[in-house]
């Protein structure tokens, strides 16, 4: 199964996901770089990782949803290829209009690093199709910027959908009803602030759970 | 040549000078140069030196720079171990971890800038630690911070405690290292002096560590990184001045940090040393391109030349000595072969940053660098990398016997419910997570015990299977070193060594960061003196060898010093695979037993000061027997593969260490039954400060083994009581109840004191 994860300037989860996945096993790894253009038809997942892309001048993830590699994993989203966003990465997908919606400063204003519950809110997604329903994943955020933030109007048409994919427990940033993760109507891009790559194995391994879930469906794919 | 205004303080100088203008007397001590450091040059030089050239000493004969008042002391730290591959001297230091691998850490301060313009000189503090590291090809994996504030009555404290949490954050969350621990303390005496020391610890192979060297005749010089911009100019020289309360018109010598571009040079230049392109390498810190050329060449005995019109500039008509005094951040010097040349500049390239050849590496002993084909600067090396020493008075302040006496009795007569709740209220018995949370304190994928635990923990993932674990602890206790400052140095060691092992690790190496006053003040001489003394006492009794540092002097303001603030950053390592000890009440059903002297001495304790809100009494001197018995205990007890929670008493003694270990515990009905052993001293017991003492708290059917193994290891063993599900905090003597008082409601005071600072 080969995924491939993209280094913009300024990610740094990217080692952190790559490290993650060789530890979960089963993958074949690939590290792409912003200002190439390749071929993405023969990978299983495209991998937007955490950071701060260009530095999250301008706006967090503004410029990297423009850099050249973007147009390759846009079209092949298009065509129902895997792609997840964690952290910077959903706020890249986000700027990019593969996710609706967008990520606002912190209600408090600061920067939080903890470890934080969330809800699995469906199992009808590939990334959650292995994980009960309503059940707890103990995650840890990194954010300055993940305040989710959409219409009453679009957050409807996410519910309507099933869209909604993780919710916190006790809502750190004061994201519009408790968003922590959602998905495009077709399932198959999704955003998350929360880093399933920091709970393989340390603390918690609960982000193993959703690696887990997208091996299962890859493996019913193939 | 650019015709220039010289700013120097708040002054602005009428005359025009260039760079190439002859210096004299009043110019020399203008820029802090004495006049005997002035005739020493006039001589060495046969000439008067220029603007430029005056400049150059002005920042490298700097205190900051130069280590003039401290060298000697310094000689005196024990820096030998089988362990050590890079001892003090380089960017940072360097320890064997097996296997092929190794650690570089380092610890620096930002302090004067830090007060200046508070988040952007905590910022470029950390810049400053993670590019010493990186430079020795290390890749930062952990830092640590070590923060002194001053009191909330003092105006600014708020803005300064919350610029500075922020410039951390903000700086090391981009580049992407975590944040672990590190400490926090309050005191007035740092109301217009805070105390910022960084610290930053980076994996690397063994073989493959980098170093500061100008080597091979005819090797380019190149300049990589951010461009050159004005500021920071004669950063070196302030902090090495004495606050004065006009200190903020000095805002200009403040640098401005961008970590988005540290991410890209790190990278970059870790890619470099990769494909062996480079020979040898220095981060352009404080005095900029002129420590970094000057050092290079002094390690290599090899001379400079070098083009000042080639330097990437950010703004156009910089004088030379704006050049070579600029701070501008983000900036490297590098030195590799000619035909390496190309391909370096291509990964800098890919990176979106500046690589320029800006000279080459000749014999001789002398740095040459001209502009517009003028040569403005033509100094022998050694002349300026090798400053006369400063030969310091050291005396004792003489109200020593004074600050020692403690009003033992005005403490007996109070109730021990007036007592506790003086320390419950005292601002630093606190819960730091409304700080720490703002650092990202998991990135890299590493951390395996966090912030709030007596050290964090990390993995070494590059070594796979044969993976080991690092603990890292910063401390130092200012109270007790101000009493007693040789005893402080003891303490910073030994607290640090405890803190390490109540986790599970061996404690291999430290760095330092010796936060003092002024030099030209006898008594502070006296203070660096003996804290020196008594960190080296510690570190030969344990064997930990010191690896690299930093000497902070002029922390004083309006002539009033700073408590002498030694601080230590120590590493320790565990190789095995066993489980952490946990450092909390991880159960409601645990026994508890306190490891160490039943009593502890009330000198300089929390509980003394807080009490008579200044500090007083004699501290007690650590055993450094004892403590080194204490350390074994712990690594045994660990080999025994049991389930417990070990946690040091330290700041407020052992009820705060109890309250600790309960308000970390994951249940909010978390109680406690603390016993008081008969016939002891009920303030010792309680507050006292004594290292070392330890709490453990285990399952009751390990009792026994835990007792023999202390009897065993020479360590008193003492039953303390136990926890249970009451929510009640309760200290019995003989039968009697004596305190008592809800859980819930300490801990949600202990949780709110720090709030207000980031609303």
């Known amino acids: ?222 | 040549m650019a015709v220039f205004k010289v700013f120097l303080g708040t002054a602005v100088m009428s005359t025009q000078i260039t760079d190439v203008s002859p210096s004299n007397q009043n110019l020399a001590q203008r820029l802090g140069i004495s006049l005997t450091e002035y005739q020493h040059i006039c001589q060495n030089l046969e000439r008067v030196p220029n603007y430029a050239e005056l400049s150059i000493f002005s920042a490298m004969f700097s205190e900051h720079c130069s280590y003039k008042s401290s060298k000697k002391f310094l000689k005196r730290f024990p820096t030998t171990g089988k362990r050590v591959l890079q001892g003090p001297g380089e960017n940072a230091g360097v320890l064997d971890i097996g296997s092929g691998w190794a650690i570089a850490f380092k610890m620096e301060s930002h302090n004067h800038p830090s007060f200046i313009e508070p988040y952007q000189g905590a910022a470029t503090g950390m810049g400053g630690i993670l590019r010493d590291v990186f430079t020795m090809g290390a890749r930062p994996a952990a830092s640590m911070n070590s923060l002194c504030f001053g009191t909330m009555d003092f105006d600014r404290t708020q803005s300064i405690v919350k610029g500075v949490v922020k410039g951390i954050g903000d700086y090391g969350n981009c580049v992407g290292v975590p944040t672990l621990a590190g400490q926090t303390l309050f005191h007035s005496c740092y109301n217009r002096n805070p105390l910022v020391n960084a610290f930053t610890l980076g994996i690397v192979k063994a073989n493959q560590i980098f170093r500061g060297f100008a080597e091979g005749i005819g090797n380019a010089v190149i300049y990589v990184g951010a461009k050159t911009g004005r500021d920071g100019v004669h950063g070196a020289t302030m902090a090495s001045k004495e606050f004065s309360t006009d200190k903020e018109l000095e805002r200009p010598t403040v640098q401005v940090g961008d970590p988005f571009t540290e991410k890209l040079l790190l990278e970059a230049t870790l890619e470099a040393m990769k494909e062996q392109l480079v020979i040898g390498i220095q981060d352009m810190g404080a005095a900029g391109l002129t420590s970094s050329s000057f050092e290079m060449a002094h390690r290599a005995k090899t001379g400079l030349e070098i083009d000042l019109d080639k330097i990437p500039a950010r703004e156009s008509g910089m004088a030379a000595f704006e050049l070579l005094l600029s701070e501008s951040q983000e900036r490297m010097l590098l030195v590799t072969t000619p035909e390496k040349v190309a391909p370096l500049k291509e990964i800098f390239k890919k990176w979106d940053l500046h690589a320029e050849v800006i000279g080459k590496v000749v014999s001789g002993n002398r740095v040459k660098m001209t502009k517009q084909r003028q040569v403005v600067v033509d100094l022998p090396v050694e002349l300026v990398t090798e400053p006369l020493l400063a030969n310091r008075a050291s005396s004792p302040p003489v109200d020593l016997k004074q600050r020692w006496f403690l009003d033992r009795n005005r403490m007996l007569v109070a109730t021990l419910q007036s007592k506790f709740q003086s320390l419950i209220e005292e601002l630093n018995f606190a819960n730091c997570e409304p700080l720490i949370t703002q650092y990202d304190s998991m990135v890299g994928n590493r951390t395996v015990g966090g912030s709030q635990d007596d050290a964090g923990v990390i993995r070494v993932r590059e070594m796979g299977e044969k993976e080991v674990r690092l603990a890292l602890k910063t401390d130092c206790n200012p109270r007790v070193t101000w009493l007693w400052p040789r005893e402080g140095g003891r303490r910073a060691v030994s607290e640090c060594a405890i803190n390490l092992a109540v986790r599970g690790a061996e404690p291999i190496g430290i760095t330092d960061c010796l936060n003092f006053g002024s030099p030209e003040n006898p008594e502070v001489i006296w203070q660096f003196e003996e804290s020196i003394e008594g960190i080296s006492e510690a570190c030969q009794a344990l064997k930990i060898p010191v690896v690299s540092g930093n000497v902070s002097f002029y922390n004083d303001t309006d002539g009033k010093p700073v408590y002498p603030t030694p601080m230590i950053g120590m590493v320790g390592i565990i190789e095995d695979k066993l489980p952490l000890p946990h450092s909390n009440f991880y159960s409601t059903q645990l026994e508890l037993a306190l490891i160490g002297p039943v009593e502890g001495g009330l000198g300089g304790s929390l509980m003394a000061s807080s009490w008579f809100k200044r500090e007083c009494g004699q501290p007690e001197e650590t055993d450094l027997a004892l403590l080194d018995r204490m350390l074994k205990f712990l690594q045994r007890l660990r080999k025994k593969k049991i389930t417990y929670a070990a946690h040091d008493i330290s700041d407020g003694g052992l009820l705060c260490s109890v309250l600790e270990m309960a308000f970390h515990s994951p249940y909010d009905c978390t109680g406690v039954d603390l016993h008081i052993p008969s016939g002891c001293d009920l303030d010792r017991f309680l507050f006292g400060e004594t290292i070392p003492r330890i709490i453990v708290a285990y399952d009751s059917v390990e009792r026994g083994d835990i007792e023999n193994l202390a009897s065993q290891a020479g360590v008193v063993f003492t039953h303390l009581g136990q926890t249970n599900d009451s929510s009640i905090f309760a200290v019995k003597q003989g039968g009697a109840q004596v305190l008592s008082s809800k859980l819930p409601d300490l801990k949600s005071a202990w949780n709110q004191k720090w709030k207000k600072f980031f609303k």
């Open chain 1, 1 to 222: 199964m080969k995924i491939g994860i993209i280094t913009f300037p300024g990610s740094n989860c990217d080692d952190d996901v790559y490290d993650s996945l060789m530890r979960s096993g089963g993958f074949e790894l690939t590290k792409l770089w912003h200002k190439d253009t390749p071929e993405l038809s023969d990978y299983k997942l495209i991998v937007l990782p955490g950071g701060f892309s260009y530095g999250d001048y301008l706006r967090c993830g503004a410029m990297a949803a423009r850099s050249p590699i973007m147009e390759k994993v846009i079209e092949f989203a298009k065509r129902g290829g895997l792609v997840i966003g964690i952290c910077n990465g959903f706020q890249i997908l986000c700027e990019s209009g593969l996710l609706p919606g967008a990520l606002a400063r912190n209600l408090s204003l600061n920067f939080i690093c903890k470890d934080i519950k969330v809800t699995v809110e469906t199992s009808k997604t590939p990334w959650t199709q292995t994980i009960e329903a309503r059940s707890t994943l103990n995650l840890p955020i990194a954010h300055g910027e993940g305040r989710y933030i959409i219409s009453e109007e679009d957050y409807q048409e996410l519910i309507k959908n099933g869209q909604v994919v993780l919710t916190y427990q006790d809502n750190p940033n004061g994201s519009t009803h408790q968003i922590a993760g959602l998905c495009n109507k077709e399932k198959n891009v999704f955003g998350l602030m929360p880093h399933p790559e920091r709970a393989s194995d340390l603390r918690s391994k609960d982000g193993l759970k959703i690696w887990q879930s997208l091996k299962s469906f890859l493996g019913q794919q193939s």
